[in-house]
């Protein structure tokens, strides 16, 4: 099949490395893959190779200096009230569309607004959308205009696609609102993983005799991902277990670089900034951490990495996390969700120090993860997604 994954952009972010991941797996079953990004100025090129280094990718123009030179004309139509830069980046990827692809996959709603404009010249493809957080984040906003900007956009991108992928049920809450006859087929999903990558790892079981304990967290540097929140459970936990417990810090940012001026008197909350290879950190880790508040979380990618190297969580219990740490055996989890509340800071805390205490418990929860990972493989995700791009539409 010749396909196309569209995507908003390439910052680093979990629908970014889901949709790279997904293109490189359908690559490697022999498929003809290209990816689109719309906005190529914010792109993480170090994610973007460590993900799919043989990517096909096109954009707007890839000539940086033609870019720059379209911003400026797009500076000079802003005070015409049109933005050049949008209407030239849909022209362009409306010819590429129109390219002979049998499957357009689109990621991120910036991305499915795009598509939803779209004029096909022959035959139409098949049109796919993934829902991540940013539908929810947008449909949270109470503001009634932006509201109801937001419900006729993805009104009609709901009525223009032929499948829709969500993660949680929660992506799709605004469809009750748009008052469509006809939906598209909507297939509840999961984010593939390659578990051969992080396979033969060894864990040292024996958490309540080690002498440093690391715990661990990544993803984009917003407030709301709950890093301060992080920091303030590790040095607690300091001060309660004598132990010396250290919190590697994997992101960038203005709030991160913020946060590393406000904390840097202590020496085990460790700031390794932006890594496009995350493993080799990640493998130094006893227990993830995602005490996240945000309302766009959906099914975090970091949670799946923990898992598939054995590590516990413990997290916010937001998005689908519960359900992806759910083993699918009795009452079984590979870590602990915490419900947001006003004390939350203080049970992680409790959590955390039970957990460390006892080797037991930890190898309990780290068998676990194995258990629980499985439904992230990628050739599980990939043959749902090949059998939506085949059927009939």
């Known amino acids: 099949m010749k396909i196309l994954i569209s995507i908003a952009n390439l910052k680093l972010g979990g629908a970014q490395i889901v949709a790279l991941r997904l293109a490189k797996a359908l690559e490697d079953e022999g498929h003809v893959v290209h990816v689109y990004d719309h906005f190529p100025d914010v792109r993480v090129s170090g994610m973007v190779d460590e993900h799919y280094p043989c990517i096909k990718l096109y954009s707007i123009t890839e000539n940086e200096m033609l870019r720059w030179f379209i911003w400026k004309i797009n500076v000079f139509c802003i005070y015409l009230r049109f933005d050049f830069f949008r209407w030239m980046n849909m022209v362009v990827f409306m010819f590429r569309a129109n390219m002979g692809y049998e499957v357009i996959h689109s990621h991120m709603f910036d991305s499915d607004e795009i598509l939803s404009r779209c004029k096909f010249w022959r035959v139409s493809p098949k049109l796919v959308v993934t829902m991540h957080g940013c539908y929810e984040e947008r449909f949270a906003i109470s503001q009634l205009d932006y509201r109801r900007g937001f419900l006729k956009k993805a009104k009609r991108i709901i009525s223009k696609v032929d499948s829709v992928f969500f993660l949680t049920k929660k992506n799709i809450a605004f469809i009750n609102e748009i008052n469509l006859k006809k939906l598209p087929r909507l297939i509840k999903t999961y984010n593939g993983i390659d578990l051969v990558g992080y ?110 190297l054995g590590i516990p969580i413990i997290a916010s219990d937001v998005g689908e996390i519960k359900n992806m740490i759910y083993t699918g055996v009795n009452s079984d989890y590979a870590g602990i969700v915490i419900s947001e509340h006003d004390k939350m800071e203080s049970e992680i805390v409790r959590e955390l120090v039970a957990l460390i205490g006892s080797s037991s418990y930890y190898k309990t929860l780290s068998d676990n993860c194995k258990l629980a990972v499985k439904k992230f493989d990628i050739k599980k995700v990939l043959n749902g997604h090949l059998a939506i791009y085949t059927e009939e539409h």
């Open 199 to 308: 396979s033969n790892v060894a864990r040292d079981f024996d958490i309540e005799n080690k002498p440093n304990v690391i715990l661990g967290m990544t993803g984009r540097g917003v407030k709301d991902k709950g890093w301060e929140l992080a920091i303030n459970v590790v040095i607690k936990a300091n001060v309660q277990t004598n132990r010396c417990v250290e919190l590697f810090i994997i992101s960038d940012g203005d709030y991160i670089s913020y946060l590393e001026q406000k904390y840097l008197q202590f020496d085990y909350i460790k700031f390794l900034g932006f890594q496009a290879n995350v493993i080799p950190y990640l493998k130094e880790i006893d227990v993830g951490l995602l005490p996240s508040r945000t309302k766009s979380e959906s099914l975090p990618t970091s949670i799946i990495e923990f898992m598939a």
